[in-house]
Protein backbone atom coordinates (compact mmCIF):
# COMPACT_ATOMS: atom_id res chain seq x y z
CA UNK A 1 0.00 0.00 0.00
CA UNK A 2 1.49 3.05 -1.15
CA UNK A 3 0.22 6.49 1.29
CA UNK A 4 2.70 9.21 -0.76
CA UNK A 5 1.43 11.80 -2.44
CA UNK A 6 0.99 12.25 -6.48
CA UNK A 7 2.97 14.76 -8.19
CA UNK A 8 -0.13 16.65 -8.23
CA UNK A 9 -1.21 16.42 -4.86
CA UNK A 10 2.35 18.18 -4.07
CA UNK A 11 1.63 20.70 -6.11
CA UNK A 12 -1.27 21.68 -4.74
CA UNK A 13 0.31 21.41 -1.09
CA UNK A 14 2.53 24.19 -2.39
CA UNK A 15 0.15 26.00 -4.01
CA UNK A 16 -1.48 26.20 -0.35
CA UNK A 17 1.61 26.99 1.53
CA UNK A 18 2.20 29.67 -0.92
CA UNK A 19 -1.67 31.12 -0.23
CA UNK A 20 -0.83 30.97 3.24
CA UNK A 21 2.31 32.78 2.95
CA UNK A 22 0.71 35.25 0.82
CA UNK A 23 -2.51 35.51 3.02
CA UNK A 24 -1.82 35.04 6.50
CA UNK A 25 -0.89 37.99 8.20
CA UNK A 26 0.28 39.15 11.76
CA UNK A 27 -3.15 40.93 11.72
CA UNK A 28 -5.17 38.10 11.04
CA UNK A 29 -3.32 35.67 13.59
CA UNK A 30 -3.93 39.16 16.15
CA UNK A 31 -7.61 38.21 15.68
CA UNK A 32 -7.42 34.82 16.06
CA UNK A 33 -5.84 35.01 19.17
CA UNK A 34 -7.51 37.94 20.98
CA UNK A 35 -11.26 38.51 19.65
CA UNK A 36 -14.65 37.40 20.92
CA UNK A 37 -15.98 36.97 17.69
CA UNK A 38 -13.89 34.19 16.96
CA UNK A 39 -14.62 32.91 12.91
CA UNK A 40 -17.12 36.33 12.76
CA UNK A 41 -14.80 38.70 12.61
CA UNK A 42 -14.61 40.62 9.51
CA UNK A 43 -10.84 39.49 8.48
CA UNK A 44 -11.19 36.14 9.24
CA UNK A 45 -14.32 35.69 7.34
CA UNK A 46 -13.13 37.59 4.18
CA UNK A 47 -9.71 34.83 4.76
CA UNK A 48 -12.04 31.94 4.44
CA UNK A 49 -13.95 33.52 1.70
CA UNK A 50 -10.57 33.65 -0.34
CA UNK A 51 -10.21 30.09 0.63
CA UNK A 52 -13.71 29.31 -0.72
CA UNK A 53 -13.20 30.71 -3.92
CA UNK A 54 -9.92 28.46 -4.53
CA UNK A 55 -12.26 25.42 -4.14
CA UNK A 56 -10.90 24.31 -1.25
CA UNK A 57 -13.28 24.21 1.27
CA UNK A 58 -15.30 20.80 0.89
CA UNK A 59 -13.42 19.24 -1.85
CA UNK A 60 -14.67 15.92 -1.40
CA UNK A 61 -18.50 16.98 -1.05
CA UNK A 62 -20.82 16.89 -4.13
CA UNK A 63 -20.95 19.52 -6.57
CA UNK A 64 -24.57 19.94 -6.37
CA UNK A 65 -23.89 21.27 -2.55
CA UNK A 66 -21.00 23.75 -3.49
CA UNK A 67 -18.09 20.84 -3.22
CA UNK A 68 -16.03 19.84 -5.93
CA UNK A 69 -17.01 16.31 -6.02
CA UNK A 70 -13.02 16.12 -5.83
CA UNK A 71 -10.37 13.55 -3.57
CA UNK A 72 -10.63 13.18 0.28
CA UNK A 73 -6.72 13.25 0.43
CA UNK A 74 -6.39 16.81 -1.63
CA UNK A 75 -9.09 17.93 1.26
CA UNK A 76 -6.94 16.46 3.62
CA UNK A 77 -3.41 18.01 2.11
CA UNK A 78 -5.29 21.35 2.36
CA UNK A 79 -6.48 20.99 5.72
CA UNK A 80 -3.02 20.02 7.04
CA UNK A 81 -1.81 23.08 5.59
CA UNK A 82 -3.87 25.37 7.11
CA UNK A 83 -4.30 23.53 10.43
CA UNK A 84 0.00 23.59 10.81
CA UNK A 85 -0.57 27.65 9.93
CA UNK A 86 -3.51 27.63 13.06
CA UNK A 87 -6.14 28.52 10.93
CA UNK A 88 -9.31 26.79 10.71
CA UNK A 89 -11.28 27.13 7.37
CA UNK A 90 -14.19 25.09 7.63
CA UNK A 91 -15.43 21.65 7.95
CA UNK A 92 -17.90 22.13 9.84
CA UNK A 93 -16.78 18.79 12.30
CA UNK A 94 -19.12 16.79 12.47
CA UNK A 95 -22.05 18.04 11.32
CA UNK A 96 -21.48 18.26 8.03
CA UNK A 97 -20.74 14.62 7.46
CA UNK A 98 -23.99 13.90 8.99
CA UNK A 99 -25.88 16.24 6.91
CA UNK A 100 -24.81 14.96 3.93
CA UNK A 101 -25.70 11.40 5.43
CA UNK A 102 -28.79 12.14 7.31
CA UNK A 103 -30.59 15.76 5.70
CA UNK A 104 -33.14 15.82 3.76
CA UNK A 105 -32.66 17.51 0.38
CA UNK A 106 -33.51 20.65 1.59
CA UNK A 107 -31.11 20.81 4.26
CA UNK A 108 -27.86 19.85 2.26
CA UNK A 109 -29.04 22.82 -0.13
CA UNK A 110 -29.42 25.39 2.58
CA UNK A 111 -26.58 24.35 4.93
CA UNK A 112 -23.65 22.57 2.78
CA UNK A 113 -23.23 25.68 0.22
CA UNK A 114 -23.12 27.98 3.89
CA UNK A 115 -20.78 25.73 5.30
CA UNK A 116 -18.66 26.30 2.26
CA UNK A 117 -18.60 30.27 1.75
CA UNK A 118 -18.53 30.49 5.55
CA UNK A 119 -22.41 31.98 5.95
CA UNK A 120 -23.08 29.33 8.30
CA UNK A 121 -21.00 27.78 11.06
CA UNK A 122 -22.07 25.03 13.72
CA UNK A 123 -21.30 24.78 17.51
CA UNK A 124 -20.97 21.36 18.55
CA UNK A 125 -23.90 20.82 21.48
CA UNK A 126 -23.51 17.17 22.85
CA UNK A 127 -22.12 17.72 26.35
CA UNK A 128 -23.94 17.95 29.45
CA UNK A 129 -23.11 19.27 32.85
CA UNK A 130 -23.85 15.10 33.96
CA UNK A 131 -23.27 13.81 30.15
CA UNK A 132 -19.76 14.41 28.59
CA UNK A 133 -18.04 10.98 28.74
CA UNK A 134 -21.06 8.66 29.17
CA UNK A 135 -23.10 10.71 26.38
CA UNK A 136 -25.81 8.40 26.02
CA UNK A 137 -26.97 9.81 29.94
CA UNK A 138 -27.78 13.31 28.46
CA UNK A 139 -30.74 15.12 29.79
CA UNK A 140 -31.75 18.14 27.53
CA UNK A 141 -35.50 17.55 26.05
CA UNK A 142 -36.92 18.56 23.12
CA UNK A 143 -40.70 17.80 23.14
CA UNK A 144 -42.85 17.31 20.52
CA UNK A 145 -45.35 20.63 20.10
CA UNK A 146 -47.94 20.58 17.08
CA UNK A 147 -45.90 21.25 14.34
CA UNK A 148 -42.85 22.54 16.50
CA UNK A 149 -40.39 21.17 19.05
CA UNK A 150 -39.94 22.68 21.95
CA UNK A 151 -36.66 22.42 23.67
CA UNK A 152 -35.33 22.37 27.37
CA UNK A 153 -31.93 21.87 29.11
CA UNK A 154 -28.01 23.09 29.16
CA UNK A 155 -25.06 21.97 27.07
CA UNK A 156 -21.70 22.47 28.13
CA UNK A 157 -18.61 23.15 26.09
CA UNK A 158 -20.21 24.76 23.30
CA UNK A 159 -16.98 25.91 22.33
CA UNK A 160 -18.43 28.43 19.32
CA UNK A 161 -21.77 28.83 19.97
CA UNK A 162 -20.64 33.18 20.73
CA UNK A 163 -20.58 33.56 16.96
CA UNK A 164 -21.86 29.99 15.12
CA UNK A 165 -24.97 30.82 13.25
CA UNK A 166 -26.29 27.12 14.25
CA UNK A 167 -25.91 24.62 16.92
CA UNK A 168 -25.68 20.61 16.52
CA UNK A 169 -27.76 20.05 19.38
CA UNK A 170 -27.75 16.36 20.40
CA UNK A 171 -31.24 15.89 22.79
CA UNK A 172 -33.65 13.31 24.13
CA UNK A 173 -36.96 12.81 22.62
CA UNK A 174 -37.64 9.93 24.15
CA UNK A 175 -37.27 9.53 27.94
CA UNK A 176 -38.95 6.34 28.19
CA UNK A 177 -36.75 4.80 25.60
CA UNK A 178 -33.29 2.98 26.31
CA UNK A 179 -30.67 5.52 26.65
CA UNK A 180 -28.99 5.30 23.39
CA UNK A 181 -32.57 5.23 21.44
CA UNK A 182 -34.46 7.98 22.69
CA UNK A 183 -31.79 10.39 20.96
CA UNK A 184 -32.57 12.68 18.40
CA UNK A 185 -30.46 15.51 16.48
CA UNK A 186 -31.34 18.96 15.52
CA UNK A 187 -29.91 21.96 13.32
CA UNK A 188 -31.13 24.87 15.63
CA UNK A 189 -30.40 28.85 14.53
CA UNK A 190 -28.55 30.59 17.42
CA UNK A 191 -31.00 33.04 17.28
CA UNK A 192 -33.74 31.34 18.47
CA UNK A 193 -35.48 33.02 21.24
CA UNK A 194 -35.00 30.86 24.79
CA UNK A 195 -31.22 30.34 24.10
CA UNK A 196 -28.32 32.02 26.32
CA UNK A 197 -24.59 31.52 25.88
CA UNK A 198 -22.26 32.00 29.08
CA UNK A 199 -18.34 32.32 28.60
CA UNK A 200 -16.29 29.72 30.29
CA UNK A 201 -12.93 30.67 30.49
CA UNK A 202 -10.84 28.06 30.06
CA UNK A 203 -6.78 27.58 32.10
CA UNK A 204 -5.43 28.80 28.82
CA UNK A 205 -6.56 32.11 29.49
CA UNK A 206 -4.18 33.59 32.21
CA UNK A 207 -1.75 33.62 30.95
CA UNK A 208 -3.21 33.38 27.12
CA UNK A 209 -2.18 30.20 25.31
CA UNK A 210 0.71 30.79 22.55
CA UNK A 211 -0.07 30.69 19.13
CA UNK A 212 -0.31 26.92 17.81
CA UNK A 213 -1.06 25.33 21.49
CA UNK A 214 -2.94 22.19 21.20
CA UNK A 215 -6.06 22.72 23.21
CA UNK A 216 -5.02 26.13 23.85
CA UNK A 217 -8.64 27.97 23.53
CA UNK A 218 -9.38 30.81 26.07
CA UNK A 219 -13.01 30.38 26.03
CA UNK A 220 -15.22 28.19 26.05
CA UNK A 221 -19.13 28.05 26.52
CA UNK A 222 -22.12 26.94 28.71
CA UNK A 223 -25.62 27.16 26.47
CA UNK A 224 -29.38 27.05 28.04
CA UNK A 225 -32.20 26.03 26.18
CA UNK A 226 -35.02 27.88 27.51
CA UNK A 227 -38.45 26.88 25.62
CA UNK A 228 -36.65 27.35 22.84
CA UNK A 229 -39.55 26.62 20.03
CA UNK A 230 -38.22 25.29 16.51
CA UNK A 231 -39.67 23.55 13.78
CA UNK A 232 -40.05 20.10 12.51
CA UNK A 233 -37.20 21.02 9.40
CA UNK A 234 -34.85 21.24 12.02
CA UNK A 235 -34.95 17.82 12.64
CA UNK A 236 -31.90 16.05 11.39
CA UNK A 237 -32.63 12.54 10.25
CA UNK A 238 -35.35 10.46 11.99
CA UNK A 239 -36.70 11.50 15.05
CA UNK A 240 -35.04 8.92 18.43
CA UNK A 241 -32.42 7.81 15.59
CA UNK A 242 -29.89 10.70 16.60
CA UNK A 243 -27.28 8.73 18.73
CA UNK A 244 -26.55 6.71 15.67
CA UNK A 245 -26.40 9.99 13.58
CA UNK A 246 -24.21 11.11 15.87
CA UNK A 247 -21.87 8.67 16.32
CA UNK A 248 -21.75 8.14 12.16
CA UNK A 249 -20.55 11.96 12.48
CA UNK A 250 -18.23 11.85 14.65
CA UNK A 251 -16.68 8.37 13.74
CA UNK A 252 -16.07 10.78 10.42
CA UNK A 253 -14.92 13.46 12.18
CA UNK A 254 -12.37 11.98 13.71
CA UNK A 255 -10.45 10.83 10.43
CA UNK A 256 -8.48 14.21 9.19
CA UNK A 257 -5.81 16.56 9.27
CA UNK A 258 -6.99 18.35 12.16
CA UNK A 259 -7.11 15.48 14.21
CA UNK A 260 -3.56 13.82 13.51
CA UNK A 261 -1.88 17.05 14.17
CA UNK A 262 -3.38 17.88 17.20
CA UNK A 263 -1.59 14.66 18.00
CA UNK A 264 1.75 14.79 16.41
CA UNK A 265 2.63 18.50 15.59
CA UNK A 266 4.35 18.55 19.19
CA UNK A 267 6.44 16.39 17.96
CA UNK A 268 7.51 18.34 15.22
CA UNK A 269 7.88 21.32 16.90
CA UNK A 270 10.43 19.81 19.84
CA UNK A 271 12.39 18.65 17.35
CA UNK A 272 12.76 21.39 15.09
CA UNK A 273 13.31 23.22 18.41
CA UNK A 274 16.34 20.82 20.02
CA UNK A 275 18.16 20.79 16.57
CA UNK A 276 18.67 25.18 17.10
CA UNK A 277 18.63 25.52 20.40
CA UNK A 278 21.04 24.66 23.93
CA UNK A 279 21.08 25.21 27.31
CA UNK A 280 23.77 27.13 28.37
CA UNK A 281 25.75 26.14 25.20
CA UNK A 282 24.98 22.61 25.40
CA UNK A 283 22.60 21.48 22.83
CA UNK A 284 20.10 18.69 23.82
CA UNK A 285 20.69 17.14 21.14
CA UNK A 286 24.02 15.74 22.05
CA UNK A 287 22.40 14.02 25.00
CA UNK A 288 21.50 9.99 24.00
CA UNK A 289 18.77 9.61 26.05
CA UNK A 290 17.05 12.55 24.41
CA UNK A 291 17.85 11.53 20.93
CA UNK A 292 16.40 8.09 22.06
CA UNK A 293 12.75 9.42 23.04
CA UNK A 294 12.54 11.93 20.01
CA UNK A 295 13.43 8.90 17.78
CA UNK A 296 10.93 6.59 20.25
CA UNK A 297 7.85 9.51 19.57
CA UNK A 298 8.57 10.38 16.01
CA UNK A 299 8.30 6.60 15.14
CA UNK A 300 4.95 6.42 17.20
CA UNK A 301 4.12 9.53 15.27
CA UNK A 302 4.60 8.26 11.96
CA UNK A 303 2.18 5.69 13.25
CA UNK A 304 -0.75 8.06 14.09
CA UNK A 305 0.21 9.32 10.11
CA UNK A 306 -0.41 5.97 9.09
CA UNK A 307 -3.72 5.29 10.87
CA UNK A 308 -5.22 8.07 9.46
CA UNK A 309 -3.95 7.88 6.20
CA UNK A 310 -5.41 3.93 6.53
CA UNK A 311 -8.81 5.23 6.90
CA UNK A 312 -8.45 8.03 4.80
CA UNK A 313 -8.21 5.43 2.24
CA UNK A 314 -11.06 3.66 3.43
CA UNK A 315 -13.24 6.54 2.94
CA UNK A 316 -12.13 7.52 -0.78
CA UNK A 317 -12.70 3.67 -2.23
CA UNK A 318 -15.86 3.86 -0.40
CA UNK A 319 -15.49 0.97 2.27
CA UNK A 320 -17.33 0.43 5.36
CA UNK A 321 -15.47 2.46 8.37
CA UNK A 322 -16.42 0.92 11.19
CA UNK A 323 -13.67 0.96 14.09
CA UNK A 324 -10.95 2.48 12.47
CA UNK A 325 -11.87 6.19 13.58
CA UNK A 326 -11.97 4.58 17.19
CA UNK A 327 -8.47 3.50 16.98
CA UNK A 328 -6.99 6.43 16.04
CA UNK A 329 -9.21 8.30 19.04
CA UNK A 330 -7.28 6.03 20.96
CA UNK A 331 -3.73 5.47 19.89
CA UNK A 332 -3.34 9.31 18.76
CA UNK A 333 -4.73 11.21 22.11
CA UNK A 334 -2.17 8.91 24.00
CA UNK A 335 0.52 9.57 21.89
CA UNK A 336 0.02 12.96 22.43
CA UNK A 337 -0.16 12.55 25.92
CA UNK A 338 3.38 10.83 26.10
CA UNK A 339 5.17 13.25 24.15
CA UNK A 340 3.81 16.43 26.08
CA UNK A 341 5.13 14.88 29.51
CA UNK A 342 8.12 13.75 28.31
CA UNK A 343 8.92 16.96 26.21
CA UNK A 344 8.36 18.38 30.03
CA UNK A 345 10.90 16.27 31.22
CA UNK A 346 13.77 16.81 28.26
CA UNK A 347 13.51 20.68 29.22
CA UNK A 348 13.33 20.27 32.80
CA UNK A 349 12.11 23.32 35.21
CA UNK A 350 12.23 25.67 31.86
CA UNK A 351 9.62 23.05 30.27
CA UNK A 352 7.22 24.37 33.25
CA UNK A 353 7.58 28.16 32.56
CA UNK A 354 3.92 29.49 31.25
CA UNK A 355 3.90 32.41 28.51
CA UNK A 356 4.83 35.63 29.51
CA UNK A 357 7.40 34.03 32.39
CA UNK A 358 11.08 35.94 31.27
CA UNK A 359 12.71 32.17 30.70
CA UNK A 360 9.70 30.12 28.96
CA UNK A 361 11.06 28.46 25.68
CA UNK A 362 8.69 29.13 22.83
CA UNK A 363 6.38 31.62 24.72
CA UNK A 364 5.90 28.69 26.94
CA UNK A 365 3.97 26.61 24.10
CA UNK A 366 5.38 23.31 25.48
CA UNK A 367 3.66 24.01 29.49
CA UNK A 368 0.42 25.17 27.68
CA UNK A 369 0.29 21.73 25.83
CA UNK A 370 1.01 19.92 28.51
CA UNK A 371 -2.02 21.61 30.33
CA UNK A 372 -4.13 20.80 27.78
CA UNK A 373 -2.51 17.58 26.34
CA UNK A 374 -5.07 15.27 28.41
CA UNK A 375 -8.62 16.78 27.10
CA UNK A 376 -7.40 14.99 24.13
CA UNK A 377 -8.23 12.02 25.83
CA UNK A 378 -11.72 13.30 26.21
CA UNK A 379 -12.90 15.10 23.21
CA UNK A 380 -15.08 13.92 20.86
CA UNK A 381 -15.41 10.46 22.90
CA UNK A 382 -13.22 9.10 25.83
CA UNK A 383 -10.71 6.73 25.20
CA UNK A 384 -12.37 3.91 27.24
CA UNK A 385 -15.38 4.50 25.16
CA UNK A 386 -13.29 4.30 22.25
CA UNK A 387 -11.83 0.84 23.34
CA UNK A 388 -14.89 -0.37 24.03
CA UNK A 389 -16.06 0.59 20.01
CA UNK A 390 -12.91 -1.22 18.87
CA UNK A 391 -13.41 -4.24 21.02
CA UNK A 392 -17.00 -4.33 19.55
CA UNK A 393 -16.87 -3.24 16.08
CA UNK A 394 -13.78 -4.52 15.40
CA UNK A 395 -13.33 -7.32 17.21
CA UNK A 396 -16.17 -8.90 17.40
CA UNK A 397 -15.97 -9.20 21.35
CA UNK A 398 -19.78 -9.09 22.84
CA UNK A 399 -20.75 -7.16 25.69
CA UNK A 400 -19.89 -8.25 29.45
Not at 367 to 376: I, K
Request: hydrophobic share 35%; charged share 20%.
Amino acid sequence: MDFGFSPEQEALRQEVKQFIEENVTPELYAEIGGDDEGGASPIIKELRRKVADRGWVGISWPKEYGGQAGSRIDQYIVEEEFARAGIGVGGAGSGAPAILAAGTEEQKQYFLPGLINGEITLALGFTEPQAGADLAGLQCQAVKDGDDWVINGQKMYTSSAHYSTHIYLMARTDPDAPRHRGISIFLVPMDTPGITVRPLWTIQNNPQAPRGTTYGTARTNETFFEDVRIPESCLLGEVNRGWYVGAMGLNLDRVGASRYLISVQRDEDIINWVKENDFDGRSPAEDPAVRDKLAELWIEAQVCRLMTMRSMSIVEAGGEFTYEGSAEKVFAPEHGVKTSESITQMLGPYGSLLNGSPSAISDGIYAHNLMGAFQSGINHGSVQVMRDQVARRGLGMQRA
